[in-house]
């Protein structure tokens, strides 16, 4: 089983800078109107489900994540919306809406599911025929490099014992292999691309200790976490770039 990690809603929404951006260019691709009903599939603290909602005057939000601590900083950050955004905690694979919806929109987050052929699955189950999928999640050679780096940190004492076993909880794919999961999932056509996104995070620590590397920081006993960290951020030098490959995904219900 890969590995997994708790989420901190309040650090994420502080600290998600360069998902928030990568998201709104995500935003560009969808076509609305402005009265549809669309899912934010893995919403996280509501940044970029702020700017689907500003899309949206006249539409509906259905905002889901599976961490209650991401959905409580989405629930605060979108309160003004009322009623036109409605957020809620829950497992994407086991995805249910009463009603089909008009379009499913993701950032940031299928690389954290293992099993896409299931998620691909509930989400063509939720949108009504000739609805549209757009998504963006990390893909085939995401922070090949970063990680190349970190892994020389975790090889030394005193991490490597906390590692024995380790899993990484991350699913990478090609867009090749996401196509074919798509139309087997039942939807008329996809296309998907690799696009290099690097990213030098304004709050480099908080957010390799947040995002980038939460399951191994979360792994390791509380006193070393820091040096930890320490040792990660000098074999990285100065700035930090965090080398990013995103997999985008278009796909017609």
Do not use: K
Request: charged share 25%; aromatic share 6%; with cysteine.
């Amino acid at each position: 089983m890969p590995t997994t990690h708790t989420w901190d809603g309040g650090t994420y929404d502080r600290v998600s800078g360069p998902q928030a951006a990568m998201g709104v260019g995500v935003l560009e691709r969808l076509r609305l109107a402005g009265d549809e009903t669309v899912i934010d599939a893995g919403c996280g603290s509501g940044r970029v489900t702020e700017a689907l909602l500003e899309r949206l005057p006249r539409g509906h939000v259905i905002a889901i994540d599976a961490s209650e601590s991401m959905a409580a900083a989405a629930r605060e950050r979108l309160g003004a919306y009322g009623e036109r955004v409605d957020v809620r905690v829950g497992d994407l694979l086991e995805l249910r809406v009463q009603r089909p919806v008009d379009a499913v929109f993701s950032t940031a987050t299928f690389h954290w599911i293992a099993d896409h052929e299931r998620l691909f699955a509930r989400l063509r189950a939720a949108l009504h025929d000739g609805g549209r999928l757009v998504a963006q999640c990390g893909g085939e050679g995401n922070i090949t490099g970063l990680r190349a780096r970190a892994g020389e940190v975790l090889a030394r004492d005193p991490y490597v014992e906390a590692f024995a076993g380790f899993q990484p909880p991350w699913n990478y794919a090609a867009p090749q292999e996401t196509e074919a999961r798509l139309l087997g999932a039942g939807f008329q056509s996809a296309e998907c691309w690799l696009t290099p996104a690097p990213q030098r995070p304004e709050h480099a620590r908080e957010f390799l200790q947040t995002v980038v590397l939460g399951p191994h920081v979360q792994r390791l006993p509380a006193e070393l976490r820091e040096p930890f960290l320490d040792d990660v951020l000098e074999e990285l030098g100065s700035p930090v770039v965090v080398d990013y490959v995103r997999l985008n995904i278009d796909a017609l219900a």
